[in-house]
């Protein structure tokens, strides 16, 4: 499947189940490991890794996690990736950093994604769940991949001078099974801090959205001695325009520079702590015997994004104000995804249904859109972007020649003939002659909203003859409001 297609199918609004479906994951994932480690099908792949330098028994060295010269040489891992035909390049994953918080956050969100139906990987500080249903991966299975990568895992060794890590080279070895096993989603902890952390080999266009749950002084030494630059060295696994989810909450000056960091990124921003969220623990519970904790997660986010989602009841068997955070933060990071499945779920809604209405018709568009969605082309006569404020300011909506530039490159890469304009802003001249109106190629456009109706009337005029005529006016709920402001006014 696709990597820019998988997230399309997380249109369904978040159902209480997918929350109490995580109940029993972190149980049992947590000793995953350790009993894998027991198991004799493992030896000869334990014994390579117990060759390599293990960080987590030797100690971690001064600054390691930091983005700097003391800092861990990502450039070791992206070459083993490398040798290893970056599998991590096969799969969507989301990436969670923080001090606390990450596993049980990892663990909420594989449950959530499973219920809609993806095939999940969730890799958490060196265990591995796979599939539809979340089981640990078994010794045999894992043993038999490592002995099929070996090889180019004992040449990168050799090429580093021995040099990769036990974390490095395990990381690698779950990243690769990821692929093999047709993953649609991971969902990766990272190890320490983030931005030199292995598992930051995740590309901007391989990544989701990223995580940072908390930041505390865990590891002070090695993420450069205070919680500040802890957080600056968390922030870095924040990609360009992938959203950022914040757990929190934090204190004002590190989440700044979390924020910081992301409006260097053009990232929106999701915090679980925004004053709209009023998540509450109501009291508890047992099920089948086992205590649960009793939660409202009410989601009000009305910053980058705004999604918006009630579920009240919701029986968590995590117990502890700190778990109903994370559930909040797993549920915030769910509708994020939501959201980018929104723009190319709905692109193709419309196209269905403008292609089913009125099969002959010609077609023009008039766009405006947020900064964060993709810009899809179409069989159009012509395309006219403009811009409309959104929530009186226009921060958050993409340039008209921003836009413009987009579908002139969409529409080269697919071999179609454009005239890239710019409409003129007089009534009686919406374009310059009847002969570019009258041009069998797409006519690409920016200007005023009122400019572009005008001029797109005009060519549906000139262009359509005998047959219908459409304009479509698209691209978020905010042109179509100033559209009909400007019907009623």
């Not at 089913?356 to 969605?373: E, S």
């Not at 490159?409 to 003939?417: H, L, T, V």
């Not at 009258?438 to 009122?450: D, F, P, R, T, V």
Request: overall charge neutral; aromatic content about 4%; glycine content about 8%.
């Amino acid at each position: 499947m696709n990597n820019l297609s998988i997230l399309c199918r997380l249109t369904r609004s978040i159902q209480r189940n997918m929350l109490c479906s995580v109940a029993g994951l972190v149980h049992n994932t947590r000793h995953a490991f350790s009993t894998l480690r027991e198991d004799p099908e493992l030896d000869e792949m334990m014994e390579f890794l117990d060759s390599l330098k293990n960080f987590e028994k030797s100690g971690v060295p001064k600054g390691a996690g930091t983005d700097s010269e003391d800092g861990f040489d990502l450039g070791r891992m992206r070459r083993l990736m490398g040798l290893m035909g970056n599998p991590q390049s096969r799969f969507k994953t989301v990436h969670i950093a923080g001090t606390k918080g990450k596993g049980s956050t990892a663990a909420f969100l594989s449950s959530i994604l499973r219920a809609e139906g993806y095939s999940v990987g969730c890799y958490t500080r060196e265990r591995i769940t796979l599939g539809k249903w979340g089981e640990p991966v078994s010794a045999k299975a894992l043993n038999h991949h490592f002995n099929t990568r070996r090889e180019v895992i004992e040449r990168a060794v050799k090429l580093e001078n021995g040099c990769l890590s036990h974390f490095e080279v395990f990381t690698a070895i779950a990243f690769s099974l990821f692929a093999e096993e047709n993953t649609e989603i991971a969902v990766v902890e990272a190890g320490l801090g983030g931005a030199r952390d292995a598992t930051n080999v995740i590309s901007g266009p391989d990544l989701a959205i990223s995580i940072i749950t908390t930041v505390g002084e865990e590891h002070l030494d090695a993420l450069g001695g205070s919680l500040e630059s802890i957080a600056v060295a968390k922030s870095g696994i924040v990609k360009n325009g992938r959203p950022l989810v914040i757990g929190g909450p934090l204190v004002p000056s590190i989440e700044y520079i979390l924020r910081r960091k992301a409006s260097s990124m053009s990232s929106p921003v999701v915090s679980a702590s925004d004053p709209g969220n009023r998540s509450a623990l109501k009291g508890f519970c047992e099920v089948t015997g086992i205590p649960r904790q009793l939660c409202d997660i009410v989601l009000q986010i009305e910053k980058d994004y705004d999604p918006s989602i009630e579920l009240l009841g919701v029986k968590l068997r995590m117990l502890g104000a700190h778990q109903l955070q994370n559930a909040v933060t797993a549920t915030c990071a769910a509708l994020c995804l939501n959201k980018q499945a929104h723009t190319k779920e709905s692109a193709r809604a419309l196209e269905n249904t403008l292609q089913m209405t009125f099969p002959k018709a010609k077609m023009v568009l008039v766009v405006a859109m947020a900064n964060d969605k993709d810009h899809l082309v179409g069989d159009l006569d012509a395309v006219f972007s403009t811009e409309v404020d959104i929530a009186g300011a226009k921060s958050r909506m993409a340039s008209a020649s921003l836009l413009k530039c987009a579908w002139v490159n969409a529409s080269r890469e697919m071999n179609m003939k454009v005239l890239d304009l710019k409409v003129a802003e007089s009534e009686d001249q919406s374009l310059q002659a009847a002969g570019i109106v009258k041009s069998q190629s797409i006519l690409l456009a920016e200007g005023s909203l009122l400019a572009c109706i005008r001029a797109g009337v005009k060519i549906l005029n000139e262009r359509a003859g005998e047959q219908p005529g459409i304009l479509v006016v698209t691209g978020s709920l905010h042109i179509v409001s100033a559209v009909l402001g400007y019907l009623h006014s």
